[in-house]
């Protein structure tokens, strides 16, 4: 009976020393778990962190252009000086210190305590293309300003993730015929490119009133997604120049029918836009301060891409068009970098009509020699 007894306290010994265990591992695997959240959680912090030492970077580049634009001669100086981390430090419109990071003050020394700082910020006022989300019916005006002079301009628009569709799905095909009245909005494809409106301005540098009237070019783009796809990246090749556009204010009859362009239902043009069209344009001089492209989507918005080129297709930089900025933020040890496209001049709502109306207008005056007008007989429709 005792040998028994010492047997049973035996394996009650070996279950308690097993369930100990158990328990640490238990335990343990928990403490690795809180402190995994923990670390992600703080790593979280840290990125975002990061990620707005670098934004207040771009917002201090942003202060820098603008100083230049207004006359400031030391920024516009470092603009147009060699290309480094230090340049808005140098231009002296911020603080900071000319040969290291730039401390975030949120508060008072509250960039020391979270330990933010942006450590580079570099600014490229010249760039090989201008990219812009657009909107449905909404004007952007583009400044054609360049490095040398081109004759060329590249227009790429809509991207697989403009409606979302990240899923791998193409571009709706949209063969249709090029003769025609075009669809109602009801009717283009959610999954098609925008009809784009493209005007382009180059009246020369001197220029009156009536001169706009002969140097304006207008054409509607059309999009046709094939179903065999592109052949190639040249693009749909259209016409821009003034004796194959007039402008329809000379009393003749002129044809305002659209230009077909190819499009890629796999978004091969660029590797990410489905349509492209080269125009064709009388030669725009470097550095021209009056030539214009107006752009306005139809239909929907979406992605677009803008390049000027030479004849032979070599890319001119524009010239302080689009200033990009490439910003490196740092919270603790982790680092976030960022790059930023700045739109100047974009503060400024230009109008798509001299008059835009949703009800009828009607107009009615007199003029009188006898300092008196007759009453208006005008009765608008509501």
Same mark, same amino acid.
């Given at each position: 009976?005792?040998?028994?007894?010492?047997?049973?306290?035996?394996?009650?010994?070996?279950?308690?020393?097993?369930?100990?265990?158990?328990?640490?591992?238990?335990?343990?695997?928990?403490?690795?778990?809180?402190?995994?959240?923990?670390?992600?959680?703080?790593?979280?912090?840290?990125?975002?962190?990061?990620?707005?030492?670098?934004?207040?970077?771009?917002?201090?580049?942003?202060?820098?252009?603008?100083?230049?634009?207004?006359?400031?001669?030391?920024?516009?100086?470092?603009?147009?000086?060699?290309?480094?981390?230090?340049?808005?430090?140098?231009?002296?419109?911020?603080?900071?210190?000319?040969?290291?990071?730039?401390?975030?003050?949120?508060?008072?020394?509250?960039?020391?305590?979270?330990?933010?700082?942006?450590?580079?910020?570099?600014?490229?006022?010249?760039?090989?293309?201008?990219?812009?989300?657009?909107?449905?019916?909404?004007?952007?005006?583009?400044?054609?300003?360049?490095?040398?002079?081109?004759?060329?301009?590249?227009?790429?628009?809509?991207?697989?993730?403009?409606?979302?569709?990240?899923?791998?799905?193409?571009?709706?095909?949209?063969?249709?015929?090029?003769?025609?009245?075009?669809?109602?909005?009801?009717?283009?494809?959610?999954?098609?490119?925008?009809?784009?409106?493209?005007?382009?301005?180059?009246?020369?540098?001197?220029?009156?009133?009536?001169?706009?009237?002969?140097?304006?070019?207008?054409?509607?783009?059309?999009?046709?997604?094939?179903?065999?796809?592109?052949?190639?990246?040249?693009?749909?090749?259209?016409?821009?120049?003034?004796?194959?556009?007039?402008?329809?204010?000379?009393?003749?009859?002129? $044809?305002?029918?659209?230009?077909?362009? &190819?499009?890629? +239902?796999? %978004?091969?043009? /660029? *590797?990410?836009? #489905?349509?492209? =069209?080269?125009?064709?344009?009388?030669?725009?001089?470097?550095?021209?301060?009056?030539?214009?492209?107006?752009?306005?989507?139809?239909?929907?918005?979406?992605?677009?891409?803008?390049?000027?080129?030479?004849?032979?297709?070599?890319?001119?930089?524009?010239?302080?068009?689009?200033?990009?900025?490439?910003?490196?933020?740092?919270?603790?040890?982790?680092?976030?970098?960022?790059?930023?496209?700045?739109?100047?001049?974009?503060?400024?709502?230009?109008?798509? $009509?001299?008059?835009?109306?949703?009800? &009828?207008?009607? +107009?009615? %005056?007199?003029? /009188? *020699?006898?300092? #008196?007008?007759? =009453?208006?007989?005008?009765?608008?429709?509501?």
């Amino acid at each position: 009976m005792g040998k028994n007894a010492r047997q049973s306290g035996a394996v009650s010994l070996f279950a308690v020393i097993f369930g100990a265990m158990l328990l640490t591992i238990v335990t343990i695997g928990f403490i690795k778990l809180m402190i995994m959240d923990q670390r992600q959680s703080s790593n979280n912090d840290l990125s975002q962190s990061a990620y707005d030492a670098a934004l207040a970077g771009v917002e201090d580049a942003k202060r820098v252009v603008r100083a230049a634009q207004t006359g400031n001669i030391q920024a516009a100086g470092v603009l147009n000086g060699p290309i480094n981390c230090n340049m808005v430090a140098a231009s002296g419109v911020v603080g900071g210190s000319s040969s290291g990071e730039t401390i975030i003050k949120t508060g008072t020394d509250a960039g020391k305590k979270f330990d933010q700082a942006y450590t580079c910020v570099k600014i490229t006022m010249k760039s090989q293309d201008f990219i812009y989300k657009s909107i449905e019916e909404k004007s952007q005006i583009v400044p054609l300003r360049a490095t040398g002079s081109f004759n060329k301009i590249s227009i790429e628009w809509y991207r697989r993730d403009d409606e979302s569709n990240l899923n791998g799905a193409n571009a709706a095909n949209t063969e249709i015929s090029t003769s025609g009245d075009l669809p109602t909005k009801n009717n283009w494809n959610a999954n098609s490119p925008q009809l784009m409106r493209v005007q382009l301005i180059n009246p020369g540098s001197t220029f009156n009133l009536a001169a706009l009237d002969s140097t304006g070019v207008t054409s509607f783009l059309r999009p046709n997604v094939l179903r065999s796809d592109v052949a190639s990246q040249n693009g749909t090749a259209v016409s821009g120049k003034i004796s194959d556009h007039p402008r329809a204010t000379d009393g003749n009859e002129h $044809n305002n029918g659209t230009s077909v362009v &190819s499009c890629s +239902k796999t %978004f091969k043009f /660029s *590797g990410e836009y #489905s349509c492209k =069209a080269v125009i064709d344009v009388d030669e725009i001089s470097a550095g021209s301060e009056t030539a214009f492209l107006r752009l306005l989507p139809i239909y929907k918005g979406g992605s677009v891409k803008i390049s000027l080129q030479k004849t032979d297709g070599t890319i001119v930089n524009f010239d302080g068009v689009q200033p990009i900025v490439d910003s490196t933020g740092r919270a603790s040890d982790l680092f976030r970098r960022v790059e930023a496209r700045l739109q100047i001049g974009d503060d400024f709502a230009y109008p798509n $009509n001299a008059v835009e109306l949703k009800n &009828s207008l009607c +107009k009615d %005056f007199s003029v /009188s *020699g006898g300092g #008196s007008a007759t =009453a208006g007989r005008c009765k608008p429709i509501s």
